[in-house]
């Protein structure tokens, strides 16, 4: 069987997902790995050392920059002579652009933000939850190739093997852009939360701490907002220390405590971490369909009948100003730090 894998970066920096979809298509046999742009051969060779049996390289001036209409046919051309029985892609907003493009191409469909994908003959077998993950949809494509997108973290990342080689054939470009790229803004680039793998995040009870003297002159939203940061504070200094992210939930956001770029839930990132720490955030369905996906959910909340706590793995009922600090202590001892 025969697995196209994009690989989906932007001027070099890999989305993690790619990685994580050429393991799953090692699973069920060749894996080759498609890398399009402009000084692309350090994402070929590390497409070859996380796995792939070989990797088509597109490198042309007309894919400097990402535009749907020349991504896209040159990833039709390419099924097109090759005939793989499926092509893979990790889900971003990239990547479900050009999927679908190219699938009316192809004249077939694409399966998207896939959690699971299992062989039966000659059909694949996607599972995906919808309804804001209160179910889950088993569903087959008829065409082919299959295309599918995966949801990050759903799959294991293939261990690397450093200064593995293989096969790197160049491939020509296909199609003219329509378009032009005038240029980029970028807003909180550090902010991964969709690849980390722990995430430490705050609601609205982070500015619930009544032992703080706000500066003098504040009126009352400004003191909310500010006991909120001292709040967060503590919330990031545990993030850090364990190596991951800062989220919110969408109370903390709408407060103006945190920026949007941190909103865990279903109008904000949806999330599947190792470590997932709940503080100060009672459990909205809206929050819980953004981080249920946990391997590990800790909640630490002041009320005992919040109803994140039927989430979590583990609970701890207090003081959120009191349990972190403590926490973060405890932390530091054991990690040596």
Known sequence: MKTFVYIDHFKGEVQPASWEALGLAKSFGAAIALVFGTGVDAVA????????????VADDASLADYRAETYASTLTSLASSQSPNLILFPTTARTREMAAMSAVDLNTGVLTDVSALEVNGESFISTRPIYEGKLIEKTVCSGKPVMATI??????????????????????????????????????????????GVIVSGGR?????????????MDEKQA???????????????????GGAVGASRAAVDGGYITYAHQVGQTGKVVAPDLYIACG????????????????????????????FKQARYGVVGDLFQILPALTEAMKKKLGK
Do not use: C
């Open 281 to 308: 955030i009672s459990g909205a369905i809206q929050h819980l369909v953004g981080m249920r996906n946990a391997k590990v959910i800790v909640a630490i909340n002041k009320d005992a009948d919040a109803p994140i």
């Open 151 to 196: 949801r990050g973290r759903a799959f294991p990342k293939p261990n690397r093997e450093e200064g593995k080689s293989g096969t790197i054939t160049k491939v020509a470009a296909a199609g003219e852009a329509k378009s032009t790229v005038e240029g980029y803004s970028a807003s909180e680039s550090a902010v991964n939360l969709g690849d980390a």
């Open 224 to 242: 909310e907002i500010w006991r909120a940061q001292q709040g967060f504070a503590l919330v990031t200094e545990l993030a850090q220390l364990l």
């Open 205 to 217: 009870g982070v500015s619930n701490n009544p032992s703080l003297t706000p500066p003098a002159g």
């Open 45 to 56: 060779k590390a497409a070859l050392e996380y796995g792939a049996d070989e990797v088509l």
